[in-house]
C-alpha cells in the first residue's frame, strides 16, 4: 500500500515540476532576450548620468553616486560607468531572485507558492523594470527586499529592531546617490513592519518604523537644505569627453545586420550630459513643482491611470495565484492607519517634483506588492493545489506583462533626452 502512495504523489508532483521546469525556461528565454535589446538598442548614456555628479565642487546631491566611479577597479572611466549602469540591475535581479526563493520554499514547497514565485519576474516591478530602468533606486528596491525577507525569519523584538537599524543605516548612505530613495521606499518598510512583523506591540512598532525610515528622510532633508546649486557650469567642466553609443538619436531602422552587430550611433558624452542633465543640479524644489505643472492634466491623468492599472494587476494576479483574498492584506495594513498615512505622505514630494508618475506608481505596486507575496505565500490557503482560474491568472499575467512591459514606460507625454 505505501508503495502505490508514493507513486500517486510523484505522479501529482511529476507534472507540477514539468510545468516548472518549461516555465523556468521560458523565463531565461525572455531574459536573455530583455537582455540583448538593453545591450543593442537601449542607450545607456542616461543611466551614465546617474554617476556625473561628485563632491569635487562641494556637497551636492547624488555627489556619492559619482564618487562611486573612482572605487571602480579600472582607468577607463567608460568601463567604470558601464560597470555602474548593470550593478544596480544585478543587485535588484538578485534580489528578487531572493524573494522568489523565499516565497517558494519558506512555508513549504506547494505548487501555489511556486507559480507566485515563478510570477514575480513578470510583475511591473520585475525583470524588465530591472533592465531598462537601470536608476539608482534599484539599490534602495533590493535593501527593502531584503528588510522584508529578515521580517519573515525574526521573531524576536531586537532581532526585528536590528534588521531596521541596518535597513535605516543602508537607506541613509544610498540617499547620498538619489535622494528620493527614502521617500520611495518608506511606504514599503512600514508595511513589512505591519504585516511581516504583525507580533510586534505598539512601541516597538514605532521604533522599528523610525529607525527604518527616519535616517533616510533626515539625509534627504538635508540633501534638499544644503545641497549646492547653480554650480552646473562647474560639474560639466569636469564631465570626460567620452565617445557614447547613442542609437536612439539615429532614429535605428532594424535590419539583420544591425541586429546581429547592435545599433550604433556614437556621441560627445560631455556634450549630452551637459545638455540634458546638467541643469538640473540648479533646479529648486519649487522649480521642480513648476515643471510638473507645466506637464499638464492631461499627461499626469494618463499616467495615473496606467499606473494605477498597473498597481491593481500586481495585486489581483498575486491574489489569484496563491488562492490568498487582498481583504486579509489590507486589513492588516489599517490596523496601523497612522504608519500607512505617513508612508503615503512620503511619496508625495516625489509625486510633486518628478513627472514619472508611472514608475512612482510602479515603485508603489513594488512596496505593497513584495510584502502580499510574502504574506500571502505564509497562510494556509497558499498550500491548497491551484486552480484553474489560477493558472489561467498566472499565463495571461505573465504572457501579457512580459510581452508588454508598461512599468519601463516612466510616463505619458513627457519627452525624454535623446
Not at 255 to 271: A, E, M, R, T, W
Request: hydrophobic content about 55%; charged content about 10%; aromatic content about 10%.
Amino acid at each position: 500500500m505505501a508503495s502505490i502512495g508514493e507513486a500517486s504523489a510523484a505522479a501529482t508532483v511529476t507534472p507540477g515540476r514539468r510545468r516548472a521546469f518549461v516555465i523556468v525556461a521560458l523565463t531565461v528565454t525572455w531574459l536573455a532576450g530583455l537582455l540583448a535589446i538593453a545591450l543593442t538598442v537601449v542607450p545607456d548614456g542616461y543611466w551614465y548620468s546617474y554617476f556625473a555628479v561628485d563632491y569635487s565642487v562641494g556637497f551636492i546631491r547624488r555627489g556619492l553616486a559619482g564618487e562611486l566611479v573612482g572605487l571602480v577597479p579600472t582607468s577607463d572611466q567608460l568601463t567604470a560607468l558601464k560597470f555602474l549602469r548593470w550593478l544596480p540591475t544585478v543587485l535588484f535581479i538578485v534580489a528578487l531572485l531572493g524573494l522568489a526563493a523565499t516565497v517558494a520554499t519558506r512555508w513549504g514547497r506547494s505548487e501555489r507558492r511556486l507559480l507566485a514565485a515563478l510570477l514575480i519576474p513578470f510583475l511591473p516591478f520585475g525583470f524588465a523594470f530591472g533592465i531598462f530602468s537601470a536608476r539608482p533606486d534599484l539599490f534602495g528596491a533590493a535593501a527593502l527586499i531584503g528588510l522584508c525577507i529578515a521580517l519573515t525569519r525574526v521573531r524576536s523584538e531586537v532581532a526585528v529592531l536590528t534588521a531596521s537599524a541596518a535597513y535605516g543605516c543602508t537607506i541613509a548612505v544610498l540617499t547620498l546617490i538619489h535622494e528620493a530613495i527614502p521617500l520611495l521606499f518608506g511606504l514599503g518598510a512600514v508595511a513589512g513592519l505591519s504585516v511581516l512583523a504583525k507580533h510586534l506591540n505598539t512601541r516597538t512598532f514605532w521604533l522599528a518604523s523610525a529607525i527604518a525610515v527616519i535616517p533616510g528622510v533626515v539625509v534627504t532633508g538635508v540633501v534638499t537644505l544644503f545641497g549646492r546649486r547653480g554650480v552646473s557650469a562647474q560639474l560639466c567642466e569636469r564631465v570626460p569627453h567620452l565617445q557614447m553609443n547613442n542609437p536612439l538619436a539615429a532614429d535605428p531602422r532594424p535590419s539583420l545586420g544591425q541586429i546581429l552587430s547592435g545599433f550604433h550611433h556614437d556621441v560627445d558624452y560631455h556634450d549630452w550630459t551637459c545638455r540634458w542633465i546638467m541643469p538640473l543640479f540648479d533646479q529648486t524644489f519649487r522649480d521642480g513643482m513648476r515643471f510638473i505643472a507645466g506637464v499638464g492634466p492631461v499627461a499626469l491623468f494618463g499616467s495615473t491611470v496606467v499606473g494605477l492599472a498597473l498597481l491593481a494587476i500586481t495585486m489581483f494576479s498575486l491574489s489569484r495565484v496563491s488562492g490568498v483574498g487582498f481583504d486579509q492584506f489590507r486589513r492588516l495594513l489599517m490596523q496601523r492607519p497612522l504608519a500607512m498615512a505617513c508612508g503615503v505622505i512620503l511619496m508625495l514630494p516625489v509625486f510633486a517634483t518628478g513627472a514619472d508618475w508611472i514608475r512612482w506608481w510602479v515603485i508603489i505596486a513594488f512596496d505593497l506588492g513584495i510584502v502580499f507575496a510574502l504574506f500571502a505565500a505564509g497562510r494556509s490557503e497558499s498550500d491548497a493545489p491551484p486552480t484553474r482560474v489560477a493558472m489561467w491568472t498566472f499565463r495571461a499575467c505573465a504572457l501579457g506583462l512580459g510581452l508588454l512591459p508598461l512599468g519601463i514606460i516612466p510616463a505619458l507625454g513627457v519627452p525624454g533626452p535623446v
